[in-house]
C-alpha cells in the first residue's frame, strides 16, 4: 500500500510538470503572436488573417489525429489559443491597410451585429462607414444620411431589424445604388418581394445570414449560408468578402433557407424558452435547482440560459417571420401530446419505440458525417 501511495504521488508530480510544461508553451504561442502583430502592423498588412486561422485549425485536427486525439477536442483547444491571440493583437488595433479595399456601408451598424460587421470587414482592410437612426457606433465612422453613405460606398450591408430589412431594401433601390447590396436577416420569406422589386429597378442585391451572433471572436467552425436571389454577380461578390476566412459556405434557397431554419432556430429557441417559462413558475428558485442538479439539467440550463438572455425583441420576430411557424407548432403540439398519452395511458414500448426512432435518426447522421 505504501508503494501505491509514493507512486500515486509521483504521478501526481509527474502531472503537474506537464501541466507546467503546457503553460508555459501557451506563454510561448502567446509571445510570438504578439510579436507577428506588431510586424503586420508595421508593415501595413490587416490585423486578422482568416486564411491563416483555418490552416492552424485543420492542420491541428490532422496531427490530433495521427495522435490518436479527439480532433474536436484538439480543434476546441486550439480555438480558445486562436482567440486569446486574437484579442491580444487586438490590442494593437490601427488603420492602415495595404491594397485594393472597398468602402461598405453598414446601414443598421450601430446594433450589435452591425458593430461585428464593421469590425470584421475594417480588420479586412475595407474602410467601413455606418448608417444607423438609433445610436452611433464609437469607433467608427458614422454618415448623417443613407443617401450620403451610399453616395461613398462600393458596397451596403443591411443589418436592421427584421421587421425593417424590406423597407430599407425599397429605400436603397429608391436611391438607385449601384453598388452590391446584401442583408443578413434570420429569416428571408418576407424579404421576396421586396427583393424581387428592387431587381426589376436594376438593383445588385443578394441575401446571407451568418450563423452566428456578436459575441463570436472566431469564425472557425463557423457557417455563413448563401441565399441566391437570382443574381449570380451579387451571390458571388457577397461570398468574395468570407472565402478567405475560417467560416464555412452553405448555399440555400430561400424557402429551404427558412425550412431548415425554422428547426435550427425557431424550434430551438420556442422550446428553450418554454422550458425556461415552466422553470421561473415551478417554485423553486434557481439555486435550489442547481443544488440538487443532473448532468442533463446543467447542459440544458447552459443553453436555455443562452437563449433567454438574448434580444427578447429579435427572437419574438424570428417566430413571427417564420413562414413555417404553424407547421411547426403543430409538429410540437403532436409530439407532446403523443408522448404524454404514452405516459398517462401506461405505454411503454411507444414511449420507448419514439426514443429509439430519434436515435435512429441521429445516428445515421452522425455514421454518415464519419464517411
Known amino acids: 500500500m505504501k508503494e501505491k501511495m509514493e507512486k500515486l504521488k509521483e504521478m501526481r508530480e509527474e502531472v503537474r510538470r506537464v501541466d507546467r510544461e503546457i503553460i508555459r508553451l501557451v506563454g510561448k504561442r502567446l509571445e510570438l503572436t504578439h510579436t ?14 482568416y486564411q491563416v486561422e483555418k ?9 490530433a489525429r495521427d495522435l490518436n486525439l479527439s480532433p474536436d477536442f484538439v480543434k476546441a483547444v486550439m480555438q480558445l489559443l486562436i482567440g486569446e491571440s486574437r484579442m491580444q493583437q487586438e490590442r494593437l488595433h490601427y488603420s492602415a491597410y495595404s491594397g485594393d479595399k472597398e468602402t461598405i456601408l453598414i446601414v443598421g451598424g450601430a446594433g450589435e451585429m452591425g458593430r461585428w460587421l464593421a469590425s470584421f470587414f475594417e480588420t479586412q482592410g475595407h474602410e467601413v462607414l455606418i448608417y444607423d437612426i ?12 443613407l443617401g450620403e453613405g451610399l453616395a461613398r460606398a462600393s458596397s451596403a450591408v443591411i443589418s436592421v431589424s427584421l421587421d425593417a430589412v424590406p423597407e430599407m431594401i425599397g429605400r436603397i433601390a429608391d436611391l438607385n445604388f449601384r453598388g452590391l447590396v446584401f442583408d443578413i436577416a434570420s429569416i428571408k420569406g418576407h424579404l421576396r418581394e421586396a427583393i424581387g422589386k428592387a431587381r426589376q429597378r436594376g438593383l445588385l442585391i443578394t441575401s446571407i445570414h451568418p450563423m452566428f451572433g456578436p459575441s463570436v471572436r472566431t469564425l472557425s467552425d463557423k457557417v455563413v449560408c448563401y441565399c441566391n436571389c437570382g443574381s449570380r454577380e451579387a451571390l458571388n461578390r ?6 478567405d476566412t475560417a467560416a464555412r459556405s452553405v448555399d440555400l434557397a430561400l424557402d429551404t433557407h427558412d425550412r431548415a431554419i425554422s428547426y435550427v432556430l425557431g424550434l430551438s429557441h420556442i422550446s428553450n424558452i418554454i422550458y425556461m417559462k415552466i422553470l421561473a413558475g415551478s417554485g423553486f428558485r434557481y439555486n435550489e435547482l442547481r443544488a440538487i442538479a443532473s448532468t442533463t439539467f446543467l447542459s440544458q440550463m447552459a443553453t436555455a440560459s443562452s437563449v433567454i438572455n438574448e434580444n427578447p425583441e ?8 417564420n413562414p413555417f411557424k404553424k407547421e411547426l407548432y403543430e409538429q410540437m403540439q403532436q409530439a407532446m401530446t403523443a408522448l404524454v398519452d404514452c405516459v398517462l395511458n401506461d405505454q411503454p414500448e411507444r414511449f420507448v419505440q419514439s426514443m429509439c426512432r430519434s436515435k435512429e435518426w441521429l445516428n445515421r447522421a452522425e455514421s454518415s458525417g464519419k464517411e
Open 238 to 243: 457577397a461570398k468574395a468578402f468570407f472565402r
Open 314 to 321: 429579435l427572437y419574438y420576430l424570428i417566430q413571427k417571420y
Open 134 to 145: 438609433v445610436e452611433t457606433a464609437p469607433g467608427f465612422q458614422a454618415v448623417a444620411t
Open 55 to 63: 490552416a492552424v485549425i485543420e492542420n491541428a485536427g490532422a496531427v
Open 36 to 49: 507577428i502583430g506588431q510586424i503586420k502592423k508595421a508593415a501595413g498588412l490587416p490585423l486578422l488573417n
